[in-house]
């Protein structure tokens, strides 16, 4: 269902919740009670704009003007009861000399006039007089085609810029407009947000709320890449690299796009919240892109490339947007900026994405693309469906890639793998990282892939394509790609007719059957989430809709304060703890009452799984000796007392700023071994090393003492690899090792091929997890209780006493680990005698283990 108006009635979309005045009439006249002004010459309405009050009209005499001056609109109408600035009848006013128009104050309506020709300007029309702003106020049925450059305002390599709508204020609307046939650089519409940001005295945090929908875009030529200005040409751009956090929260729905080609961002976001719904574009070499900004909505949207070479679908950069349920065929770029025209194209990035609104901090680079929802969206006949971009940088894009469906007919010219990079490294690089799950295709090869990505992907030979009009409708994958609903692909035949003025057809000739009404399109839009952490936690979620809905989630996890609204709404989503192993993916689904368009929207809750760390015990949890986990010895620390402190002791001090390193060139492979100080059930090993470099080491553990022979690697066969960027790698034991009192780490160094590398090993940190391990620990203690050892010092003969406990073995080891003495004592017990006669003067570290295994140490000097 929508509402729909007579042209001289009027309607104002306050982005959320849409006002029909009071009375809708059947005729083109508006009655208020109030009065209707009759001027002739254009600029008449500066004068007039001082004494209008609610209710009034200015109407203009048909005719062509000349007028190049700005005209000045400014009045305050009241939301029942506008004022309107009219042409006498709908395009009966055309303006042939780049007439401008400045709107200003509260709720006014600009209508059904027709600019054809005549030299452009910096600002043809634009919802301000100087700082006096535009609020919830509207430009609708009004059409602009072909402005020019003035010749004496060329310049040489330049292509002179001129925006043909420039939206100021808040809650304005751009409503069933045509803009054809621009040929210069410059936005056709330019959501500006300078007064919204914080630096001019704005409240960034508050929703700008404007509205585009229902407008023609046609022929907006390609502007030569070489000229300045020539990435200023996007059909709309709503904000600005150093506003990209302004809640903008702007909607652009049922537009038509026909060969906006200005330059490859047909329409780039640059701010945050924005919605883009049931658009369709037709033949235009671009791509929708979010450029900046995060939160974005994108669904529902027809990308019919029409097999024209620089057409795309959807670019994506920065955070958190939902992009499901658009369909996208017949796209292909190869032979001119092939690397951002695709299907979907994913950008690697290099900034950190700015998303709290009242942040001052923004950047011209490319943010890094997290926490993403691509779900739901059906890809048909177009080259390079999912594309990896690193050309702006490498990082790791995360979030979800679900349910999508990507087909090519069989002999299809456009035929790619699915997954495509701009580098053969391009996908493992970026693209290994997002979450793939349900996805299906047909009629091509996966291509590049991990265990993670083919996990996440199926080959569907049953997947049948059937033409209906243009596009196709698939069976044989339910709940595989998008869902239209009613929405159609807009068509030429349209234009006149409900997209675009009433008064021109598709290409720009006059017409007198046209459809003058103006429908507002019902709405019902839920925000997303970011992924919550394993943790209980709650967050909230921005309805906007202009209908009633109805609210549930659908997994048991998951509850919603607020299960109903009539308008807008802001619900709290509620997760419990998770506990389980991997992340977790809920919805819920927010569905329009009955009797409207049967609008449903899903929002995706994903929940993370814990860390391995998260639910685990950390032994040693104070660092540096405290909690009694010590190093217990070590193959070599560089050290020298001037420049290199790089102390063994430095693996336990809670500093990742700290390291040690060993070189393996020096007796062998570099080791250190970790005394945990009692025995536990030992279950996970945090390891850290040191910035940009990765290394190769093993993990060995013992339960009864520190010789090779003791120590068992419960990883089997094989070196496990570091991270190389100074933050912890989790490695879980296969199965816990029970009883582990020693845990010893060897290190090979950053290995390559041909031998060549370093054997330098250097950790920052290391954390272990278990649970204390009472049974043996209680063992350990009372031996070493009863454990005598004398005399100390000792000269030849060290005395053991160690009562009724039967003896295995008695050790003794240097200070940086070397067995230098073992003594095998036939399970004796009571007094054993040690011949020290071989050993050096020094300090050395006595163990003595039982036929149990359970043993106690102690220090001794030996001073012959």
Known sequence: MKTTFTMRSCAKKSRTTFYLLFLVLLTTQFVVGQTVYKITDPEDIRGLSSTLVPGDIVELADGVYDNSGRMRFGANGTEDNPIIFRAETPGGVTFTNGARLSISGDHVVVDGFYWKGGYGSSAVIEFRDSSDLAYNSTLQNCAMDGLIVDPSDEVAGQSKKHNWVKLYGSHNSVINCSFMNKKNAGALILVELYYNMSDNGGDQCVEVGHTISNNYFYNFEKIDPTLTNAGDSETIRIGVSG?????????????????SDGENEIITNKSKGNSYINNTFRSCRGS??????????????????????????????????????????????VLDQAKWNNGITFIGGDQSSVDDCASLSSSSGYQEVKDITLSNNTIVNTNAPLFYNIDKGDEPVTGTVANNLIYFSSGNANVSDVIVGETATAYSEIGQSLAYSGNVYAGTALGESDGNTGNGFSLESGITATPSGEIFTFSGATGKGADMGAYEPTTDAMVGHGIGACFLNHAGGK????????????SLLVGTLAPFTYEADSETVNVTANVSWAAAPNDSWITIDTNAGAGDAVVTVSVTKHTGSASRTGTITFTQDPGGDDIVRTLTVTQEAPSPTDLATLINDQGNGADGVVVHSFSMEEVNGSTKFNYADNVLDKNQGTNWSSDGTTGGDSFIIIDLGAYYDLEIVDFASVNGKTYEFQIRVSSTGIDDADFIDPFGTGNLVSSNDNTFRSFVLPSIAYGTRYVKILGFGQPKPNGSGSLWTSITELDFYGEFSAALSTKENAFGKNLKIFPVPTQDILNIKTNDVVVSTVGVYSLDGRLVLNQTNGNSSGNIKLNTTSLTNGTYLVKVTDVNGVSASKMIIVSH
Do not use: P, W
């Open 243 to 259: 506003g990209q956090m302004v809640n903008a929260n702007c909607l652009v729905s049922n537009n038509y796009f026909v060969k």
């Open 511 to 522: 017409i007198t059957d046209g459809d003058c009404t103006i429908v507002i399109s019902e």
């Open 288 to 333: 929708l892109v979010l450029r900046h900004g995060s939160n974005a909505t994108v669904d529902g949207n027809y990308f019919l490339g029409e097999n024209v070479d620089g057409t795309g679908g959807i670019r994506i950069v920065d955070s958190d947007h939902s992009i499901t349920n658009n369909y996208i065929q017949d796209c292909v770029t």
